[in-house]
């Protein structure tokens, strides 16, 4: 790890002793503190007026009970929280995740991140996150709509949009933020469209919002690769995951010209040598909600699953160019890191939130891999969740195609700003550093205006 700044040092420390068990949160908030070191040297207001302190704190944290009736007639409880990061920007925009590991930690280190990541996409949004322990999988349609409602009925209060305009997440996809819409249109007795993001088509959503994260995260990866005179054109990829954003940065990897030549699912991992059958896997993980295992079996042996296994293992025995972490956070550890830098891995970009540990970011940089981190390569989903907004505020439609551009244009804005703030800063090329400290002035600056609130 990177030293802190003295007059930073203390502030995290402070940051400890204030969230005690929370460890992603503390990741998270110590990644963007090791980067403001030259920020605070050049621009001592910002430490002086306590930005930092008053950006670590949320505006507000929503914790509540969520009781619903399963299909064998038995009472269920579970957690909701929505933590309203910060609002300096515009109305508090994040997504909302339905998984067993959902606690208040989790949402915070979510939410922390969403700030800067907002912030990057230059659009009129502030940062939040929400979520519950309950887990989607394996519950009946009724079950998930039983949930759904009962958790709107207490979160709605909180929501609007020029409040909060929550979005989906892991967990939380087209039938849960309908369910959700739903119970949000029948409490209120309005039709406030602008009030989720990730609809229907049909009744408010956006084209490019399904393919947006997965879409961004390449085209994000396509700039970095032309600051060294490269292409997609003949590189083999790994992609973690297989869920809606590993999905769509498979399909653009391969218009693109490369190969994506494994993904993974939490119980084990494919190796095709071939290229991913996007077509099949679709069949089997959205149609079918099956296992990877599934597809290698269909592949009829052109294809190796390996269970329990890490994706980034594929590393030991083939040459990778490209990769992208697109699960989960920190499934990409030292170790693996290794494998990929011993492998010649010339870019590494984030689509999931903070999937990198922090030595595995170290090796990367050490070896001089391009490597993106989340809150700027996977910003594209957030960035068509606002052009929504826009849509939705205008009672307008956009094109695929025109929506498609929007998206490709803010993702080559933050990647551009990322780069400049990082050559402003004597490090060009770190775009950890450019990320953070681009999210944070334009967060800072908004803070200062508005005085001491």
């Avoid at 110590?30 to 050049?42: M, N, Q, T, W, Y």
Wanted: aromatic share 10%; glycine share 12%.
């Amino acid at each position: 790890m990177m030293n802190l700044h003295p007059r930073i040092a203390s502030l995290y420390e402070n940051v400890l002793r204030r969230n005690p068990g929370e460890l992603e949160f503390h990741q998270a908030v110590r990644e963007v503190f090791e980067s403001l070191g030259p920020v605070i040297a050049k621009h001592p207001e910002y430490a002086d007026s306590s930005i930092l302190e008053r950006l670590c704190e949320p505006e507000r944290q929503i914790i509540f009970r969520v009781p619903w009736i399963d299909d064998q007639n038995r009472v269920q409880i579970h957690r909701g929280f929505r933590v309203q990061f910060n609002s300096a920007l515009g109305p508090y925009k994040g997504g909302i995740r339905f998984h067993p590991s959902v606690l208040l930690g989790t949402v915070k280190f979510l939410g922390f991140e969403q700030i800067f990541k907002n912030a990057l996409t230059g659009l009129p949004i502030g940062g939040a996150k929400g979520g519950s322990d309950f887990d989607p999988k394996g519950k009946s349609q009724n079950e998930v709509m039983r949930f759904c409602q009962s958790f709107m009925t207490e979160l709605y209060r909180h929501l609007g949009e020029y409040t909060d305009v929550p979005a989906g997440d892991i967990g939380v996809g087209g039938r849960e933020i309908g369910y959700l819409f739903g119970q949000y249109k029948r409490l209120t007795n309005r039709y406030e469209s602008g009030v989720l993001t990730g609809k229907g088509i049909a009744w408010g959503g956006s084209l490019v919002r399904t393919e947006a994260t997965g879409y961004g995260t390449v085209f994000f990866t396509e700039q970095m690769l032309k600051t060294r005179g490269q292409t997609f054109e003949g590189k083999q990829v790994l992609v973690s995951g297989s869920g809606n954003v590993a999905t769509y940065a498979i399909q653009k990897v391969h218009a693109l010209g490369g190969s994506v030549i494994g993904c993974s699912d939490s119980s084990g991992v494919v190796y095709d040598p071939e290229g991913i059958d996007l077509e099949l896997l679709r069949q089997v993980k959205e149609v079918e909600r099956g296992r990877i295992s599934e597809y290698a079996r269909r592949k009829g042996g052109k294809a190796e699953y390996h269970s329990g296994a890490k994706i980034w293992k594929i590393a030991e025995s083939t040459r990778i160019d490209v990769a992208l972490p697109c699960a989960t956070q920190n499934e990409l550890n030292g170790d693996d890191a290794r494998l990929l830098i011993r492998s010649g891995v010339q870019a590494v970009a984030e689509g999931a939130n903070m999937p990198s540990t922090p030595e595995a970011i170290r090796l990367f940089s050490e070896a001089k891999v391009l490597f993106a981190p989340g809150k700027a390569a996977n910003a594209g989903g957030v960035s068509t969740s606002a052009l929504e907004m826009q849509q939705n505020a205008s009672r307008d439609s956009w094109s695929f195609e025109y929506t498609e551009q929007r998206l490709a244009e803010i993702m080559h804005g933050i990647h551009e700003r990322c780069a400049h703030t990082a050559e402003e800063y004597g490090r060009p090329g770190d775009y950890v550093l450019g990320a953070n400290i681009s999210g944070f002035t334009r967060v800072a600056d908004a803070m200062l205006a508005f005085g001491v609130i």
